[in-house]
């Protein structure tokens, strides 16, 4: 046998058992009610039944007869018994038919069985008194409790007619609810399985409702929105691979083709060699500085972080640069006397700078200047460089920071065109600003705002 | 001729690197997998080990660990085609002595090997001499003969480096590595360039060499005949 799936949800099985637990209560509450009543309603009886009993054993022996028969006939609802009674038990005067043996005589209002009608063809339990009065007759005094026998009726009608309902209606609820949960895991599984099978674009189904799982399908929508994202960058890095490799694997392969063909001696055959082994390093090394760019993008490899003191770094880039410089008969000048530290990745932040100023150098011609400076704008610590070389051109500033990108002036320099874009990236894995300025020659900044 | 333990997978690439080893006259054994080189290393014939961190079914690094872990100092070198510098660093963490990144030139593999084989004892030694060349680590001065030799604090360092490494092929990225830390290669030819200029300091155009460029891969320091 088995449930239908709407009732097998843990949703469904929570209203359940809620629902029982309140028809528990209900019923609890109502007992104790009906309880209390009874309780009240047998004391008021016993109350009156003691009463009327002593009333009636004040009265003269005379007097006492009528006033029975009087009481009697003043009681329309029939809810009265009374009954006198001689020594010997024979009746005198009342609508009982007999002495209940079960009576106590002279004991408190207890529930007795009385015979009544005629011929005591009937009885009916009530609460009732006996005394014995001054002339050695008894005197009965009953009070029918019907009333708490209603009062049951009335709160079990009242359970049945509120409790079922309620009960059938909170099961409706939880069917309901597990119904429609399960329509919404049932979408989100059929969602899931189509990305599991490839679909990246699919997205999990929102209703622009603020509930928790509105919530968590906005979060998980928004790691699907990554994962696009970064496929896509990889994708694309491999596109980039392969564009950029092709060239020079094809240089190669002719090289090595004609120098098989065409090669005399051994030397020439080492030549082209070497000449291929070289064009193959080159390619490594692109393959490295991308993948190496699309690392420092995509992750967030911040366990190398730390406080940098930014001077020293400059300063230490500066040392590096300055044999170079020299050779090539540029002017390096370092300008560093900020105390500025800054949160980051100290190689990166060297390789960064480094990267600019080997750029400076390169593209700055002989005679001419290099600038390496900390200075404080805003607040903010910003690291420039400054050459005085052909600069880059409003229209291709953005362009530059881009993979591969090289200026027609630069073709016939050497480097590999990435340096700007692992500047880049290096930047913006520490939330700093990079800047290519417009001047005289080249000047960029990074400002490093210090975040906490 | 110096035991070496070579653990790599790939067949071919090993094939090639026990053949060229071989012809600089090392001693390779061989290891196909992670298992059989953990077993081979352990019996600690080797004086030193290759490892490979790419292996069926395991990080060469687990197998660095392991060694470390039973006491085993024989100086690992690790390959690997991961070269991101996160990579290396983890690599010199598990406890490998150094680091290369597939593909590399046969020399540089060479050149890191002999580099392990013949690590410098930590000296204590105020003094290093190679030759007529003299280094005061205390007083920060430099001699060759009796000519001073000014140095820059730069050229200072890259000396002591080669002096106690002498006789050694230094390959550039070894002595960036090592005597500059930079973990990134640099796009302008920076070693060839500050090495210039301590040749120059260090070996006077009468002189005999000391610093010899070594088949364009790296720089020697060597006691002149």
């Known amino acids: ?452 | 001729m110096a035991r070496l333990l070579l653990i790599e997978d790939d067949k071919e690439t090993a094939d090639e690197i026990r053949a060229e080893l071989g012809e600089r006259g090392f001693d390779v054994d061989w290891a196909a997998n992670g298992i059989e080189g953990l077993d081979k290393a352990r019996s600690g014939e080797a004086e030193a080990i290759i490892v490979d961190r790419l292996l069926p079914g395991m990080d060469g690094l687990t197998i660095v660990e392991a060694l470390r872990h039973a006491g085993v100092r024989t100086p690992v070198l690790v390959l690997s085609a991961l070269g991101a510098v996160d990579d290396r660093v983890r690599g010199l963490r598990a406890g490998g002595d150094d680091y290369l990144t597939k593909p590399f030139a046969t020399v540089e593999l060479i050149a890191r090997i002999e580099a392990l084989l013949r690590r410098p004892a930590e000296s204590r030694d105020t003094m290093l001499r190679v030759g007529p060349l003299e280094l005061d680590l205390i007083e920060r001065t430099a001699k060759r003969g009796e000519r001073t030799i000014d140095l820059l604090p730069r050229e200072f360092r890259l000396l002591e480096y080669m002096m106690r490494r002498k006789e050694q092929m230094l390959t550039r990225a070894m002595l960036l590595e090592e005597v500059w830390k930079y973990k990134f290669v640099p796009q302008t030819n920076l070693v060839d360039v500050h090495m210039g200029r301590l040749r120059r300091k260090v070996d006077e155009p009468d002189e005999p060499p000391m610093i010899h460029n070594a088949r364009g891969v790296g720089f020697i320091l060597r006691v002149p005949a």
């Not at chain 1, 038919?97 to 106590?104: F, I, S």
């Not at chain 1, 674009?201 to 906005?218: E, I, S, Y």
């Not at chain 1, 930014?310 to 560093?336: C, F, M, N, Q």
């Not at chain 1, 990435?418 to 300025?437: E, N, Q």
């Open chain 1, 1 to 452: 046998m088995s449930l239908p799936d709407f009732a097998r949800t843990t949703t469904f099985r929570w209203t359940l058992a809620v629902a029982g637990a309140f028809a528990l209560y209900i019923v609890v509450l109502f007992a104790a009610v009906y309880w209390r009543t009874e309780q009240y309603l047998t004391a008021r009886s016993d109350a009156v039944v003691t009463l009327q009993a002593q009333t009636f054993a004040a009265a003269t022996p005379e007097r006492r007869s009528d006033a029975i028969g009087e009481f009697l006939r003043q009681d329309p609802r029939m809810v009265q018994y009374a009954g006198l009674f001689t020594a010997e038990g024979r009746r005198i005067v009342g609508n009982l038919e007999a002495l209940p043996g079960d009576l106590q005589i002279d004991g408190p209002a207890q529930q007795s069985l009385l015979r009544v009608g005629p011929g005591g063809s009937e009885t009916t339990i009530v609460r009732a008194i006996a005394a014995r009065l001054s002339d050695g007759s008894v005197l009965v005094i009953g009070r029918n409790v019907d009333e708490v026998e209603e009062i049951a009726e009335i709160v079990g009608g009242a359970l049945a007619v509120g409790l079922l309902p309620a009960l059938c209606l909170s099961i409706a609820a939880g069917a309901l609810l597990s119904i429609r949960a399960q329509k919404r895991v049932e979408e989100v599984n059929l969602r899931a399985r189509r990305i599991v099978a490839g679909d990246l674009r699919q997205r999990l189904p929102t209703r622009g409702v603020d509930d928790p799982f509105d919530k968590l399908a906005m979060i998980v929508n928004g790691m699907l929105e990554r994962i696009e994202a970064l496929i896509h960058e990889i994708s694309g890095v491999g596109d980039d691979i392969a564009h950029d490799l092709r060239t020079p694997l094809t240089r190669v392969r002719v090289r090595l083709e004609r120098g098989r063909e065409h090669a005399a001696t051994v030397e020439e055959l080492r030549a082209v060699v070497d000449q291929s082994i070289a064009s193959l390093d080159q390619s490594l090394a692109i393959i490295t500085a991308l993948l190496r760019i699309a690392e420092i993008e995509h992750s967030r490899r911040l366990e190398g972080f730390g406080q940098i003191p930014l001077a020293p770094l400059l300063r230490e880039v500066g040392d590096l640069y300055d044999p170079i410089a020299e050779d090539k008969r540029v002017t390096l000048r370092v300008d560093a006397a900020d105390e500025a530290t800054v949160h980051g990745d100290r190689d990166l932040l060297f390789e960064a700078v480094a990267n600019l100023v080997d750029n400076a150098i390169k593209f700055t011609p002989e005679g001419g200047r290099v600038e390496l400076a900390l200075v404080r704008r805003d607040d903010e610590p910003v690291i420039r460089v400054k050459d005085t070389g052909p600069g880059i051109p409003d229209d291709e500033r953005d362009a530059v920071t881009k993979r591969f990108y090289r200026s027609d002036k630069s073709r016939g320099t050497a480097g590999l065109g990435l340096g700007l874009s692992l500047v880049a990236a290096i930047v913006k894995l520490h939330g700093f600003r990079f800047s290519i300025a417009a001047g005289p020659g080249c000047l960029v900044e990074i400002a490093c705002p210090q975040l906490h």
